[in-house]
């Protein structure tokens, strides 16, 4: 999708008026139109229909998920609706008081990850590598066209990597 907008944007560069920027806008709606009918036939999670309380449809999602003409009863069905449960219930039972997350005083440090998580996202901004990647010795245009070249780059070297780790 990002290789898209680039090369989109790439295209309309020369483009004056309304269209060059209305144009990548809408036509992310294709995707959408696409997508949206078929969320009716995505189940809804188990782990967060018990978390709702609902068992039973828990259950019959875990078994639609096991494959066709699983029962309910299956041992597979119910050991995997067990160790979902149990997880809860352990979650539940080692949350730590709000206070306690918020004054770095949790086992997991939730909140310490949270900062260094934002930091370091706030640093690579704060550098200004974007500026630095997109206009430094270039026109508009080629780095438009380098962006979505790099990002096609990048993308068969993961396919290889993929295959040679199969």
């Given at each position: 999708m990002f290789s898209l ?14 269209f ?10 294709v ?11 995505v ?6 229909l ?11 999602v875990?078994s ?11 041992v ?8 979902i ?5 352990l979650?539940?039972?080692d949350?730590p ?5 918020l004054?770095?005083r ?10 260094l ?5 706030f640093?690579?901004?704060f550098?200004?590598?974007?500026a ?27 396919s290889?990597?993929?295959s040679?780790?199969?």
């Open positions: 907008a680039n090369w989109i944007a790439y295209a309309l560069y020369n483009q004056d008026g309304p060059q920027w209305r144009f990548p806008l809408a036509f992310q709606l995707f959408f139109f696409m997508i949206a009918p078929l969320l009716v036939l189940p809804e999670s188990p782990r967060w018990l978390l709702a309380g609902r068992n039973e449809s828990a259950l019959e875990l639609r998920l096991a494959g066709k003409n699983i029962p309910m009863d299956d597979t069905v119910v050991s995997e609706f067990r160790s449960k149990s997880a809860i219930e979650e539940r039972e949350r008081p709000i206070m306690d997350v004054c770095f949790d086992k997991a440090h939730n909140f310490r990850r949270l900062i998580s934002c930091g370091t996202q640093m690579q901004q550098s200004g590598i974007n630095l990647g997109s206009t430094l010795s270039f026109t508009s245009s080629w780095a438009l066209l380098i962006l979505g070249q790099d990002f096609i780059s990048l993308h068969s070297w993961r290889m990597l993929a040679v780790k199969k």
